[in-house]
């Protein structure tokens, strides 16, 4: 295996169970990749707690149509916040409820900012932020509920 270096990890009985039935449930193939796929997660934490590091990624909006304002709301901040809006997508759900994609960019305390926006106006039901570091490929989010 070139460019690998092997390590050798000592677990308790119990705890290499339940990861063994964790990732299988995941449908990994080997503790390796599922062993490298934690340790980029954890290293990956620096990089969301750096409100300057630039990411791209998607705030993800549930928002129910009939509340008086909503769809002129979002469309304003979607004007203003220009700078930081990639593209956007609307889906139509059941009940008169949507859910909007918004690709973005800037610094993690720039859409962290944004999403706080979205997610406070009154008709929005849920909102997320998933985001991926250009530089690494490692994908973090920030959810919640109004």
Not at 49 to 55: C, L, P, S, V, Y
Request: no cysteine; aromatic share 6%; proline share 1%.
């Amino acid at each position: 295996m070139d460019g690998v270096t092997r390590i050798g990890v000592s677990l308790e009985p119990e705890l290499l169970e339940k990861f063994d039935r964790h990732i299988e449930s995941k449908g990994y193939v080997s503790r390796s990749e599922a062993i490298r796929d934690l340790i980029r997660e954890l290293l990956s934490e620096n990089e969301w707690k750096d409100d300057n590091q630039h990411m791209v990624g998607a705030i993800i909006l549930i928002f129910d149509s009939g509340v008086t304002g909503i769809l002129e709301k979002i469309g304003n901040v979607q004007t203003e916040k220009s700078g930081y809006i990639l593209s956007s997508n609307r889906t139509a759900l059941d009940d008169g409820k949507f859910m909007d994609i918004i690709s973005v960019q800037g610094t993690l305390g720039e859409l962290k900012a944004l999403k706080n926006v979205y997610t406070s106006m009154k008709g929005v039901l849920r909102g997320k932020l998933t985001m991926v570091s250009p530089s690494k490929g490692f994908m973090h989010y920030i959810g919640s509920k109004n």
